[in-house]
Structures are given as structure tokens and as C-alpha cells.
């Protein structure tokens, strides 16, 4: 955490060589005396900071501030806060090969490297899977999970340095039966090759999931991307001269149909039961779903969301009229959760992958993007807190 901003300022695997969870151990990491109280100073987006009290979570938020080497067995670091893997027996999506020893902490900043996958000299967890048939497209990097859950009412922020890579770079909350899924942010931040429209906006998003067969339902309208003015790619963004740059992402859980999602402490975009606003080149647009023989409406490719106004300044009481003229949930339309909403403690992950959908169409970092020096190759994020409202 770079406290000059204050002032003053993830079975283990089933693959080879893949070793039982340890403890930190002091060779491999150098914990720091605390500061992640200095969290508790950044000030909360003036939205949630007028709604009620908030009750730092400590034993959840991290300001990365110590040391901790990359280690190829699978570890706990952060006083025990994390684990430097997924939370289950899987090592990523598409093209995705998580191993261990991408991950580490350098005093400041949690760091997320990739490289090309290479299959004849891999570090743990070892796979003998080529996956999508794609050997030539594998990227080795890094995932973490928090050894805790969180549950609603919660909210919860990082500040996110993406990588300047055609993969995304992620932090997220996951179910431990991967059935209930809430995306922070998820930036596919690198231009090449031919990257460059997903390359200038953040997605943020939730996913109910059915395992078998698997089934996804997200919200699939336009406002789930989020634009900047001035930003043409995110990772160009995050790297100015050699010089880091963050941008900060938040979302607050506030109840199983309720979600509130924050950029650099602005809210932009709310999900509540069975409508949706979103701020869209500074105008909230306020709407709701609909169905048609029992499946959602497209348009243009997207969902379609019928609106029913717009304001300059968020008004809740515009999402409660389009919510009151809505039939069709934004949340779990196909009730794949029983109609209850998000209801499941998840944990939080920070990771770098390669998606599938992404893979299929080439948008893949090449190794001349890969080897770069003068790239900002590495996610970082140089915090990550979280809040419960005071009962």
C-alpha cells in the first residue's frame, strides 16, 4: 500500500509434484508490523459513507505491505489471510495454467506475473493436459484465494494496477460450490492483438451458475462495461512513463438481489431485484429485463433492458419505479438459485487468466508482448478492504 495516496502516504491439485498446504515460514515471507489500519483513512465512496456506520474487517484486508517471495509449493502468506492458488482442484480457464510461484508481494503491492506456458519445464502444480488442443497460446500465472469468506452485508474494494496484456486481470468472489459468483473487476487490459475495444472498459458483473449441466446467467446488457473518459486501454492506462497507475473497484453486497458497484469511489452501476441503473457517459439510465416464451430479450447482441428514465444524479427511488414495473429478475431470472438470491458466504480471488472466449479469437498475448521489459506485464494491487455495515 502506498501510503503517500493517504497523506503520508486464492483437494489441492491433482497433478504432479503438487505438495499439502504450509505455513509461512520466514524464509519465504516477511510480515511487516501493521498497517493495514491506515485502510480504515482512505475515505469510503460518499455514497455508502452517508448510508450507515462501517465496521473495518481487519482480519480480511490486506495493504501488502511486507514481503513474500514466490514459492513453488502451495502456501499461506499474509498472515495466513491467503493461499497462493484456487480454491479448489482446478488451475484456471481456456489457456489458463495457474502455478504457484507467480505470485508474491514485494513491500508494497501484490504481484501477479504470466508467461508462455511451457509444457516440458513447468513449475507446480504440473499439468499434462493441453488445454484447448492451444499448447502455443498456454500462459503460466498466478491466482490467490482468502482463507475466509465473506457474506452480505459486505463491501469490499481494491486498488487494482491491470496488466498491459490481452488477459484478464481479476479480483472476484466465488462460492466454495462455485454455484454464486460476484465480479469486481474484470479487465482484458492489453490493446494486442486485436484487443482493443474490450481493452478500454472494466466488466463488472454476477454469475448464478448450475454446475451440471453447466449453465452461466449474467446480466449481458451494455451498461456491465464500464468506460472512462480519456482511457483508451486500461493497460496503457495503469502503466504512464514507467510510472503505476490504479484504478480503485468496489462492490457492495448489500443483500441477496441488492449489489452497488463503485469506480474510484463513484457508484456506477446497481443491480436490485428486478431492474438495473447504470451510469452511461454521465447519465444514469434506469430499466428492467424482460422475457419472451420464457427467455431473456436480446438486442443489438445485448440484453435487453427496458428503460424507464434517466437522471443526472443517482435516484433510488427511479430504480424502485422500474423495479415496480419489472416481472423478470436482473438477478436470477432462470432461478438457478431457487429464487433467493445470492445468499452463500464466497471467497475472494485475485488472478490473471486466459479465457476461452478470448482464446478462440486469438486475442492472446504474443511472446513479443510477453518478453517485453517496457511493459507492464504484472497485475498489481497495492490493497484490498473490507467493510461490514455496524449492526
Request: one cysteine or more.
Amino acid at each position: 500500500m502506498k501510503l503517500t495516496n493517504l497523506g503520508m502516504m486464492i483437494s489441492c491439485m491433482a497433478f504432479v509434484a503438487c505438495g499439502s498446504t504450509q505455513n509461512s515460514t520466514d524464509k519465504i515471507v516477511q510480515e511487516k508490523k501493521g498497517t493495514v489500519h491506515e485502510l480504515q483513512q482512505i475515505p469510503l465512496p460518499k455514497q455508502l459513507s452517508t448510508e450507515t456506520n462501517w465496521e473495518f474487517q481487519e482480519d480480511l484486508s490486506d495493504d501488502f505491505n511486507y514481503t513474500y517471495q514466490p514459492s513453488n509449493e502451495l502456501i499461506t502468506f499474509g498472515k495466513n489471510k491467503w493461499k497462493n492458488f484456487y480454491h479448489a482442484a482446478w488451475d484456471g480457464p481456456g489457456v489458463t495454467y495457474w502455478k504457484y510461484d507467480k505470485v508474491s508481494v514485494d513491500g508494497s503491492d501484490l504481484i501477479i506475473k504470466s508467461a508462455r506456458w511451457d509444457q516440458n519445464n513447468e513449475s507446480n502444480p504440473v499439468s499434462k493436459r493441453v488445454k484447448m488442443n492451444m499448447p502455443a497460446s498456454g500462459i503460466s500465472t498466478g491466482c490467490i484465494t482468502s482463507t475466509q469468506t465473506v457474506r452480505y452485508p459486505v463491501f469490499i474494494e481494491a486498488k487494482v494496477s491491470v496488466t498491459n496484456l490481452a488477459l484478464a486481470s481479476d479480483v472476484w468472489l466465488l462460492s466454495p460450490d462455485a454455484t454464486q459468483e460476484i465480479d469486481i473487476i474484470e479487465c482484458y487490459g492489453g490493446k494486442e492483438p486485436n484487443n482493443a475495444y474490450f481493452a478500454e472498459s472494466i466488466h463488472v458483473s454476477i454469475h448464478s451458475f448450475i454446475r451440471k449441466p453447466f449453465t452461466d446467467y449474467q446480466p449481458r446488457d451494455k451498461g456491465a462495461w464500464l468506460k472512462k473518459e480519456g482511457v483508451e486501454s486500461w493497460g496503457e492506462y495503469c502503466d504512464v512513463n514507467g510510472e503505476r497507475k490504479y484504478v480503485t473497484m468496489g462492490v457492495y453486497w448489500k443483500s441477496p438481489v441488492h449489489f452497488e458497484h463503485y469506480m474510484d469511489g463513484e457508484l456506477v452501476r446497481v443491480l436490485y431485484d428486478k431492474s438495473v441503473a447504470s451510469k452511461i457517459n454521465g447519465v444514469w439510465e434506469y430499466g428492467y429485463p424482460t422475457m419472451t416464451n420464457g427467455k431473456l430479450d436480446v438486442s443489438y447482441g445485448k440484453q435487453k433492458i427496458t428503460n424507464i428514465g434517466t437522471s443526472t444524479v443517482y435516484d433510488f427511488k427511479m430504480l424502485e419505479k422500474a423495479n415496480n414495473s419489472s416481472t423478470v429478475s436482473i438477478i436470477d431470472p432462470y432461478e438457478y438459485q431457487g429464487g433467493k438470491g445470492f445468499t452463500k458466504a464466497m471467497d475472494i480471488i485475485i488472478n490473471v487468466e486466459a479465457q476461452d472466449w478470448h482464446a478462440k479469437a486469438g486475442r492472446m498475448p504474443r511472446d513479443i508482448d510477453l518478453n517485453d521489459p517496457s511493459k507492464n506485464n504484472d497485475m498489481k494491487v497495492d490493497w484490498l478492504r473490507v467493510f461490514k455495515p455496524k449492526s
